[in-house]
């Protein structure tokens, strides 16, 4: 069975950093891309950030030049640099995936269960 598991959130002061990641495991085959989106109280669902198997990334005008998202393939694994945190960076932080499902013989959207990212002033 395929998760995702994101871990790395927690509380910091503005101006602060923290780098959550989220690592793919399973009956994978091959990872496309992955990205990070938020949820913060009140609000809908966004996306912070993308990234394809090739490396090339695309960010929220929100978060640009202060966020930066990687992966390492070896690792199924992607993570966000996030730099200079605004308490309006406040949010649950969710991964995706769009991968190959071997058990289910498809290509298919994955989630993490989400991290809480809180951003003091």
């Known amino acids: 069975q395929v998760q995702l598991v994101e871990s790395g959130g927690g509380l910091v002061q503005a101006g602060g950093s923290l780098r959550p990641s989220c690592a793919a495991s399973?009956?994978?085959?091959?990872?496309?891309?992955m990205g990070w989106y938020r949820q913060a109280p009140g609000k809908q669902r966004e996306l912070v950030a993308t990234?394809?198997?090739?490396?090339?990334?695309n960010y929220a005008n929100s978060v640009k030049g202060r966020f930066t998202i990687s992966r390492d393939n070896a690792k199924n694994t992607v993570y966000l640099q996030m730099n200079s945190l605004k308490p309006e960076d406040t949010a649950v932080y969710y991964c995706?995936?769009?991968?190959?499902?071997?058990?289910?013989?498809?290509?298919?959207?994955?989630w993490g269960q989400g991290t809480q990212v809180t951003v003091s002033s």
């Open positions: 399973g009956s994978i085959f091959s990872i496309n891309a």
């Open positions: 990234i394809t198997g090739g490396g090339s990334s």
């Open positions: 995706n995936a769009d991968l190959y499902d071997v058990g289910l013989k498809l290509w298919t959207g994955y």
